[in-house]
C-alpha cells in the first residue's frame, strides 16, 4: 500500500487540525493504519492507531483526549482529528501501514512496520 500524508500547517496553540492519509493500493481495507509524528532532533515516535476494521484504537498517552484516529475505508483514507493544539505536537506527522495489528503499530519496532509514507509538517505557535 502506498501512503500519502496531506493537511499539516501553522496552527497557534490551541488550534484544531486534522490531517488525512490518502492510501492507493488493493489491500488498504485489509491494513491496521497508523500516525507517527518526529521532532528535530527527536526520534520517531507513536502518535495512534487504528485496526483495520476501525473497532480498535491506541493512543499515546500525550495525545489521549486530544486526538482521534478514524478511516474512511470506502475513501481509502485514514485521518488524525488533532484538537488543543500544543507547541510541543509540532513536529512531521507519517502515516503507516502494517498488515499485522493496530497494536503492533502502537508498541512497535518502527522498523517492522510495513509501510510508510511521506510526512506533512505541523507547526504550532505559542
Known amino acids: 500500500v502506498q501512503l500519502q500524508a496531506s493537511g499539516g500547517g501553522l496552527v497557534q496553540a490551541g488550534d484544531s487540525l486534522r490531517l488525512s492519509c490518502a492510501a492507493s493500493?488493493?489491500?488498504?481495507?485489509?491494513?491496521?493504519m497508523g500516525w507517527f509524528r518526529q521532532a528535530p532532533g527527536k526520534d520517531r515516535e507513536f502518535v495512534a492507531a487504528?485496526?483495520?476494521?476501525?473497532?480498535?484504537?491506541y493512543y499515546a498517552d500525550s495525545v489521549k483526549g486530544r486526538f482521534t484516529i478514524s478511516r474512511d475505508n470506502a475513501k481509502n483514507t485514514v485521518y488524525l482529528q488533532m484538537n488543543s493544539l500544543k507547541p510541543e505536537d509540532a513536529a512531521v506527522y507519517y502515516c503507516?501501514?502494517?498488515?499485522?495489528?493496530?497494536?503492533?503499530?502502537?508498541?512497535?519496532?518502527?522498523?517492522?512496520?510495513?509501510?510508510w509514507g511521506r510526512g506533512t509538517q505541523v507547526t504550532v505557535s505559542s
Open positions: 493500493g488493493r489491500t488498504f481495507t485489509n491494513s491496521n
Open positions: 503507516a501501514a502494517d498488515p499485522d495489528s493496530a497494536y503492533k503499530l502502537s508498541v512497535g519496532p518502527l522498523s517492522q512496520i510495513g509501510s
Open positions: 487504528i485496526s483495520w476494521t476501525g473497532r480498535r484504537s
